[in-house]
Nanobody, 124 residues
Framework: QVRLVESGGGLVQAGGSLRLSCVVS????????VGWFRQAPGKEREFVAG????????YYIDSVKGRFTISRDNAKNTAYLQMNTLKPEDTAVYYC?????????????????WGQGTQVTVSS
């Protein structure tokens, strides 16, 4: 059983930073690609960033490149999303997701495991 628990969301002013954490239960973390998705009100859930099981590959959507960094610590069963220079349009519920294997590119339609989500609100 794979269980994901996110933390670190909150309210921040534009230009500020937040770091999201995703703790994954079980002994399989090192075999999982992990990604972060977000969903704003009235919009579809979108892929934001992903990282391969060993951390050798990372992927980002264009709108967050240079501002967000995804990383992982396999010894702690934890993935992170460091978000800098936040903008109001980054406001959304952020979800951690995981799937076995792969290269870090995850699809919302096929990913196997989801966290419960954490709210990120960026005020202007």
């Amino acid at each position: 059983q794979v269980r994901l628990v996110e933390s670190g969301g909150g309210l921040v002013q534009a230009g500020g930073s937040l770091r999201l954490s995703c703790v994954v239960s079980g002994r399989t973390f090192g075999t999982l690609s992990v990604g972060w998705f977000r969903q704003a009100p009235g919009k579809e859930r979108e892929f934001v960033a992903g990282i391969s099981p060993r951390g050798s590959s990372t992927y980002y959507i264009d709108s967050v490149k240079g501002r967000f960094t995804i990383s992982r610590d396999n010894a702690k069963n934890t993935a992170y999303l460091q978000m800098n220079t936040l903008k109001p349009e980054d406001t959304a519920v952020y979800y951690c997701a995981a799937d076995f294997g792969g290269n870090g590119r995850l699809s919302a339609r096929s990913v196997g495991y989801w966290g419960q989500g954490t709210q990120v609100t960026v005020s202007s």
